[in-house]
T-cell receptor
Framework: QQQVKQSPQSLIVQKGGISIINCAYENTAFDYFPWYQQFPGKGPALLIA?????SEKKEGRFTISFNKSAKQFSLHIMDSQPGDSATYFCAARTLNDYKLSFGAGTTVTVRA | DTEVTQTPKHLVMGMTNKKSLKCEQHMGHRAMYWYKQKAKKPPELMFVYSYEKLSINESVPSRFSPECPNSSLLNLHLHALQPEDSALYLCASSQDWGRGTEAFFGQGTRLTVV
């Protein structure tokens, strides 16, 4: 049973466009929400993370929006570049747990 | 240094072989993890070591045997694997558990069982 639902499965965006990936969760005990970026043949790399006491966090062209009441969070990639083409995973974890619950992943393709 | 180093990068082994995957980190992290990742799927947790003690075993078959010789090293011993065990095996580490503790992943070992 997947605890974090991620959509879409894949998306194609033109260079300079905005990529939006959405995640939803059920477990209200989740306290930490990271996003990972993974290139083919490589391990996931932490991109940005948010805690539920913050509604938005921005790092460069990457922004997480968090809606605690709706139990949803999303990643926005502004001014998307071909180098952003990768698979993105959202994840969630409770405060006192090691285990990350991952979304199914979104493959982003940025066309030049 | 925010690196988790895994060796080897690629491994092909027969079903009767015994091999080991190695993972090393020098960030002073006290939690280390093994994940398995199949193509186009998210990583699946296998084992967690906390302060060099096995903390979580996600019902992994005994043909996978983890070992944590010290706080910087993590091994995964493989024996009598099946072709369906072919996957990317990822090691990760974090300071411990707790609020905002990020997990850093290695590059993975691409394992093929023939």
């Amino acid at each position: 049973q997947q605890q974090v639902k991620q959509s879409p499965q894949s998306l194609i965006v033109q260079k300079g466009g905005i990529s939006i990936i959405n995640c939803a969760y059920e477990n209200t005990a989740f306290d930490y929400f990271p996003w990972y970026q993974q290139f083919p043949g490589k391990g996931p790399a932490l991109l940005i993370a948010i805690r539920p006491d913050v509604s938005e966090k921005k790092e460069g062209r990457f922004t997480i929006s968090f809606n605690k009441s709706a139990k949803q969070f999303s990643l926005h990639i502004m001014d998307s570049q071909p180098g952003d083409s990768a698979t993105y995973f959202c994840a969630a974890r409770t405060l006192n747990d090691y285990k990350l619950s991952f979304g199914a992943g979104t493959t982003v393709t940025v066309r030049a | 240094d925010t690196e988790v180093t895994q060796t080897p990068k690629h491994l092909v082994m027969g079903m009767t072989n015994k091999k080991s995957l190695k993972c090393e980190q020098h960030m002073g992290h006290r939690a280390m993890y093994w994940y398995k990742q199949k193509a186009k799927k998210p990583p699946e947790l296998m084992f967690v070591y906390s302060y060099e003690k096995l903390s979580i075993n996600e019902s992994v078959p005994s043909r996978f045997s983890p070992e944590c010789p010290n706080s910087s090293l993590l091994n995964l011993h493989l024996h009598a694997l099946q072709p369906e065990d072919s996957a990317l095996y990822l090691c990760a580490s974090s300071q411990d558990w707790g609020r905002g503790t990020e997990a850093f992943f290695g590059q993975g070992t691409r394992l093929t069982v023939v």
